[in-house]
């Protein structure tokens, strides 16, 4: 299978990844409304919860849009998605460590690691909306940083930055064949 053909493999099976996306806005969204009704704490265990939900819900809802929520086996780019969530874990870990000097602080190192690891879906899917989805959340974070944002503005900018380009993700492959 040569890459074309692998990437286009995992856009069919979800749905260009941006059910993914769209789930995982509205996680950063739920996580943003919990810090800021409860408290910052409250809210990592919220974005941490939800987190774990992300790749069954997206993959429950490729199914119901009739995509099948699971590429080739032997597609290449089964591994390369598995590793990039190692990501994931090296940001939690950072974020938590952060967190130990800034609560607050956990949610931007998160929006700069998940920008991040946007950056490697481009490859994944081969759909270059990544790179800007990458840098728009790595630049919430950075600038959250910087410029000392209050948490919950910066936490729902990441959110609704996932759910608008999980948009134009799905638009873009809205024409994907579909499963029978």
Partial sequence: MNIQDAQYDMRRAYLGGGLGVLVSGIVWLIAGAVTHLFSVQ?????????????????????????????????????????????????????????????????FLV???MIGSRYLIF??????????LLGASLALMGGVGIL?????????IGGGLIEIIFSAVIINSAKDMTVVE
Avoid: D
């Fill in 42 to 106: 409250a809210g990592i265990v919220a974005l941490f919860i939800g987190g774990m939900g992300i790749h069954p819900l997206s993959t429950v809802l490729s199914k119901a849009f009739k995509h099948s929520g699971k590429p080739s086996p032997t597609n290449p780019l089964n591994n390369l998605a598995l590793e990039a969530t190692f990501l994931l874990f090296v940001g939690l870990f950072l974020a938590y460590a952060v967190s130990q000097l800034r609560v607050e602080w956990f």
């Fill in 110 to 112: 998160m929006l700069l």
């Fill in 122 to 131: 481009s490859t994944i899917y081969g759909m270059r909306h990544y790179w």
């Fill in 147 to 155: 410029l000392q944002l209050p948490i919950v503005l910066a936490v």
